[in-house]
């Protein structure tokens, strides 16, 4: 129901089908010309066809955005298990700032990105950043919308550290 909400949303009339958005077309058309494969759990739990073409829009698919979420959930996951079991830390931030109800999606992301840039520059930042022996860093933008304040942009920042990077093992 969802993707077919996004599809009716995204839809322009009167556009050439090639020029339509490619979630338009998510799941309405086959690859091949031959039998479309059918793949069934054997418990009859689950079942999915395969040479069906998808879209792969994180943003406007319900389904594709599920589908590439779950799998980079498993790749980070495992970064993750692998960092920690070397001994290693993890460190989750998130930023965001002040936003008010009315204020547009476009409108708030243009100072939200530049204040994130600003800060990731200053010394201060790249100096914390070299003392806790940052190895790399994994980003995940996230808006969100609320009744009583609008639109919220967010970033997630995980952090890859080596031990001890902000005195949290001493006493």
């Given at each position: 129901?969802?993707?077919?909400?996004?599809?009716?949303?995204?839809?322009?009339?009167?556009?050439?089908?090639?020029?339509?958005?490619?979630?338009?077309?998510?799941?309405?058309?086959?690859v091949?010309?031959?039998?479309?494969?059918?793949?069934?759990k054997?418990?009859?739990s689950?079942a999915?066809?395969a040479?069906?073409?998808?879209?792969?829009?994180?943003?406007?698919?319900?389904?594709c955005?599920?589908?590439?979420?779950?799998?980079?959930?498993?790749?980070?996951?495992?970064?993750?298990?692998?960092?920690?079991?070397?001994?290693?830390?993890?460190y989750?931030?998130?930023?965001?700032?002040?936003?008010?109800?009315?204020?547009?999606?476009?409108e708030?992301?243009?100072?939200?990105?530049?204040?994130?840039?600003?800060?990731?520059?200053?010394r201060?930042?790249?100096?914390?950043m070299?003392?806790?022996?940052?190895?790399?860093?994994?980003?995940?933008?996230?808006?969100?919308?609320?009744?009583?304040?609008?639109?919220?942009?967010?970033?997630?920042?995980l952090?890859?550290?080596?031990?001890?990077?902000?005195?949290?093992?001493?006493?």
């Open positions: 129901a969802l993707l077919r909400t996004a599809q009716s949303i995204l839809y322009q009339g009167g556009t050439a089908p090639k020029e339509q958005h490619r979630t338009v077309w998510c799941h309405r058309h086959v091949t010309e031959d039998a479309i494969p059918l793949f069934r054997l418990d009859g689950r999915r066809m040479k069906v073409k998808t879209c792969g829009s994180v943003w406007a698919c319900p389904v955005a599920a589908k590439v979420a779950e799998v980079r959930r498993q790749e980070l996951s495992h970064a993750m298990v692998q960092h920690v079991a070397a001994g290693g830390h993890a989750l931030l998130t930023f965001t700032f002040p936003h008010y109800k009315g204020q547009g999606l476009a708030l992301m243009e100072p939200f990105t530049k204040a994130r840039q600003s800060f990731q520059n200053c201060a930042w790249k100096a914390v070299e003392r806790a022996g940052k190895i790399g860093v994994v980003n995940s933008l996230e808006v969100t919308y609320g009744g009583a304040n609008g639109w919220h942009p967010h970033l997630h920042m952090v890859f550290c080596q031990p001890g990077a902000f005195g949290e093992d001493e006493p």
